[in-house]
């Protein structure tokens, strides 16, 4: 098999340091990598088409002894033994994280975290001003995901990684359409936090379904925009409940910033999703809940997991909202151990991945 390293490091639009103490940052967007060659311009055009974007945008996350001259970023990115890519949920975009992706690479430099906007969110917007519910619900965000890995050149390097998958809400209900036919053993790891699969949801799937109709109707009929500013409120109550300030702002600036009709058809799509082709390829796929999620039922949740037969030790329920990893005013002491807790399991989940891998290239 061919192997490739990274070639589009130094590609950056912006650079800085995280808050944490060696802890840097790198932003890119896909076509001003595709302006610079230093990616398949064809193969980009090709994936952007594919998934219906205008762009494509991350942020890396990577610690270091100093800050990482640029000419050395490629073999930084290459080195080490895989990386964490964030996937956001609705009207979110890579910001919503804070800081767990650097708290990540921080507690194992082996690591290096990307975080993406997606799905019409954030900087990588959908070129269809009226996307359809199969172009914006999660098997479509995950199929867009594990493209934009292989275009990236993750997989296949010179040495082994693992690509460690962790989404929140629509995120890690994307989480559960993984191709498994396209991953070896231990290639692949999956952490869902508070997953918005709402499949055993009828309430919140009549609620979101609903929900996306109405704003659907305000986007072609601004004589209803009054209705639609009662509804944002619920909107962000519900996604970011016991978050912190910095979230709510996010999501409030996001939902503004984003097309009308692209939160209709994503909220509408989850609503309405009824796919159950989910491969039950569980052994490294752990999902944690929170207690108090407004959003995600737990006993709906656990009954769809029961049914899809997915292991009871891969299952977390911590005391904590939709937002459990982020420290709000009401919610400092139990989110932050929830914080600290997702921290250890990605990391943990990493080296049992990591150890599997190694073990099947040594017998071949």
Known sequence: MTTTPITWANGYYERGNSDIPGVYSASYRLNDLIAQNLIDPDGARNFLIEAGLTDFVWEVTWADDSETQPETMNARF???????VFIHGWT??????ESLPALVTANDRRLISISVDHNGFGQSELIDDTPTLESCNPPAAMKTIEAWVELMCLRNQPQPKVINFVGHSMGGAALFYLDPLKWKTGEETRYAVAPALLLEDELNQVFFTTLGIGIGIVNFLPVFEIVERALKPSVIDALCHGASSYVKETHNIQYNETARSTTAATFVAMGLLRDREIARNFDLFRVILGHRDRLVDVIAMMDLLNQLEFPAQNIRVVAGTHYLFSVGIDSVFAHAQ??????????NLHEQAFALLRQSIRLG
């Open 78 to 84: 290459s080195s080490g033994q895989g990386y964490v």
């Open 92 to 97: 979110g975009n890579h910001r919503i994280w």
């Open 338 to 347: 929830n914080r600290e807790l997702i921290v250890q399991d990605i990391v």
